[in-house]
């Protein structure tokens, strides 16, 4: 089974406007991470927000926010006010445990906003 | 700039020839991570070092693969005989080693973009 599901390929939304992107995720270790990254065309994996699992409060930085359902196993990236620098590559990932490796990456989520 | 650097940036090679990749972590990371990752795929997990150790390998890393972190510092990466399906970004990441767990967040640097002709 895939440890981590993004069922969107691609989404648009109208710049600043808020957009969810989804995913879910799949384990059974009580501790784990979530985290959210963006890779834009040239590459690099920006990181953008984490979660864990004991966290209480959904994650925020900035534009940014976690919507963190545990009971669902999902961990939606909201983005909000949207700029056209958000078009991008989005990257769902995790991390079991107390393991300091492996990170497992969804599939991807390719956001592009429309002026 | 303190963030991961990897060079070269592209690199275009012919089917069997060798080819090495350099990861400079950010300053004091201890942990060190090399992923790779194909056309409309996620990042896969490659190998992890501790400082100069290299303590786990994935099974994506055949025998014609090989990482070092002879000082704890920088990684290479050596592809022996390259083969077509050796095309693709392969990553770099670091860690501090701090925050232990699955808090401990990876920070990664711009890619290597391979092409094997």
Same mark, same amino acid.
């Given at each position: 089974a895939q440890k981590i599901t993004q069922t969107q390929p691609g989404m648009f939304v109208q710049e600043k406007e808020a957009v969810t992107l989804d995913c879910t995720y799949d384990t059974s270790d009580p501790s784990y991470g979530l985290f959210w990254y963006k890779q834009p065309s040239s590459g690099e994996m920006i990181f953008l927000i984490y979660q864990g699992s004991y966290d209480q409060q959904n994650a925020t930085e900035g534009r940014y926010s976690l919507n963190f359902q545990k009971a669902r196993k999902s961990a939606n990236l909201v983005i909000s006010? &949207?700029?056209?620098?958000? &078009?991008a590559m989005y990257f769902c990932a995790m991390r079991e445990g107390r393991r300091a490796n492996n990170l497992f990456f969804g599939t991807g989520t390719r956001l592009t906003v429309i002026p | 700039d303190t963030g991961v650097s990897q060079n070269p940036r592209h690199k275009i090679t012919k089917r069997g020839q060798n080819v090495t990749f350099r990861c400079d972590p950010?300053?004091?990371?201890?942990r060190l991570y090399w992923y790779r990752q194909t056309l409309g795929q996620g990042p896969e997990f490659l190998t992890y070092f501790q400082n100069e150790a290299q303590l786990e390998k994935s099974r994506?890393?055949?025998?014609r693969f090989s990482a070092e972190r002879p000082k704890g510092s920088f990684s290479t990466l050596e592809i022996q005989r390259?083969?077509?399906?050796?095309s693709a970004m392969y990553l770099c990441a670091s860690s501090s080693?701090?925050?232990?767990?699955?808090r401990e967040t990876q920070y990664f640097g711009p890619g290597t973009r391979l092409l094997v002709l």
């Open positions: 006010a &949207s700029q056209l620098g958000d &078009s | 950010i300053s004091e990371h201890n994506l890393l055949s025998d390259t083969e077509q399906g050796d080693g701090l925050a232990g767990g699955p």
